[in-house]
């Protein structure tokens, strides 16, 4: 069966550093990966998606980058954390049917 | 405009009622249509997909008006485990090799004793 690892599960960063989130897909090879991130009180937003290594898609300009430097490893980056980066942060994959499975996610707040 | 709206809510209803919530979609290319469950603080979960024919699972029923651009849950018998965002969500595409996910903002449900 297909499991997603995501991790940390909360990070606390300040302003300024940097950031890095990773995610893994097992049991299944050439996923569609996606990056949400859910703000308090607010809907997912997606930020990036990708059908395949080097392929990225990005949503909205923002503070943020993505990367898949393997098949089923999809990496989120910022170089300079802002305040408003803090959010809940969801990788998903998605395969021959459209639904999405997600992560447990990475709660981050930027101080 | 939101691609995906919904009615935020929260919606607050005693055990064993009937509830519906309601959203609707801007982009005519949508093509999959879902219901997802959120629990504070945790990931959303994939509670049904919603077929044009309109399809049932248990207590739970969804719905697509694809010339109204729509679609609906109805929860009945509702129970306190049900209390939870559900998370209105469109592919644009058959395809999930260039599909993408949009999801609404979400309607609160408390169910209360």
């Not at chain 1, 550093?17 to 997606?46: D, F, H, I, K, M």
């Not at chain 2, 959120?38 to 739970?60: A, H, I, T, W």
């Not at chain 2, 998370?87 to 979400?106: A, P």
Request: hydrophobic fraction near 35%; charged fraction near 15%.
């Amino acid at each position: 069966s297909q499991t997603i690892h995501q991790w940390p599960a909360t990070l606390v960063q300040p302003v300024g550093s940097p950031l890095s989130l990773e995610c893994t897909v097992e049991g299944t090879s050439n996923p569609n990966l996606y990056w949400y991130r859910q703000a308090a009180g607010r809907g997912l937003q997606l930020l990036f998606y990708s059908v395949g290594i080097g392929q990225i898609s990005s949503e909205v300009p923002q503070n943020l980058s993505a990367s898949r430097p393997q098949d089923r490893q999809f990496i989120l980056s910022s170089k300079k954390l802002l305040l408003s980066d803090s959010g809940f942060y969801l990788c998903a994959w998605s395969k021959t049917v459209p639904e999405a499975f997600f992560g447990q996610g990475t709660r981050l707040t930027v101080v | 405009r939101k691609e995906v709206e919904q009615d935020p809510g929260p919606f607050n209803v005693p055990e064993g009622a009937t509830v519906a919530f309601n959203c609707t979609y801007s982009n005519s290319a949508s093509q999959s249509f879902f219901w997802y469950r959120q629990d504070c603080r945790k990931e959303p979960k994939l509670l049904m997909s919603v077929y044009s024919s309109g399809n049932e699972d248990g207590r739970f029923t969804a719905q697509l008006n694809r010339a109204s651009q729509y679609i609906s849950l109805l929860i009945r018998d509702s129970k306190l485990s049900d209390s939870a965002t559900y998370l209105c969500v469109v592919s644009r595409l058959r395809s999930s090799n260039t599909g993408k996910l949009i999801f609404g903002q979400g309607t609160t449900l408390q169910v209360k004793p």
